[in-house]
């Protein structure tokens, strides 16, 4: 089943026959890739750890900056030089981190202390295939999004429980 969201993208529910549903948006413009994150952004609340996939320049951090804005934090940063960006929104949080630059003599644990309190919290990780996966075990409400680029320029995102 295909239904259309505004002009931009379609929304495509796909069941795997596991409770858990996934969603995939296909994107042909920036304004299409906004409006998925904006749909996220609607079923997402904290505590929650989002997992974003995708290859380099493939949106990551302009679908997090995206799903934000539109719940009410309007200047996100990328966090790929600094590796993590904190922003507070009233009565809930952002952490964004971008493990991409991560190196091996690095500590990841000193980005997602395992003694913060994420209850308020909405995490978003890129690259998370390079943090250790018990830096990750601790977070109950998973969601992994995976963003692939298309030959025509647009994305294909899709989004789904970890």
Known sequence: ???AV???????????????????????DLAGFES?????????SAPALVLLSG??????????????KSRGIDSVTSPTFNLR???AAGAWRAVHIDFYRLKESDSAFDLLPPDEDYSDAL???????????????????KLQVN???????GRSISWQSA
């Open 147 to 153: 963003i692939a680029l298309k030959a025509d320029g």
């Open 123 to 141: 995490v978003f990780v890129e690259w998370p295939e390079k943090a250790p996966p018990q830096l990750l075990a601790p977070f109950g409400q």
């Open 6 to 28: 505004g002009r931009y993208c379609s929304l495509r529910p796909v069941s795997n026959g596991h409770a858990s549903r996934r969603v995939t948006f296909e994107a042909h």
């Open 1 to 3: 089943m295909r239904m």
């Open 36 to 44: 998925a994150a904006r749909k996220l952004g609607e079923t997402l």
């Open 85 to 87: 960006n904190d922003y």
């Open 55 to 68: 290859d380099l320049g493939a949106g990551k951090t302009t679908f997090v900056a995206a799903l934000l």
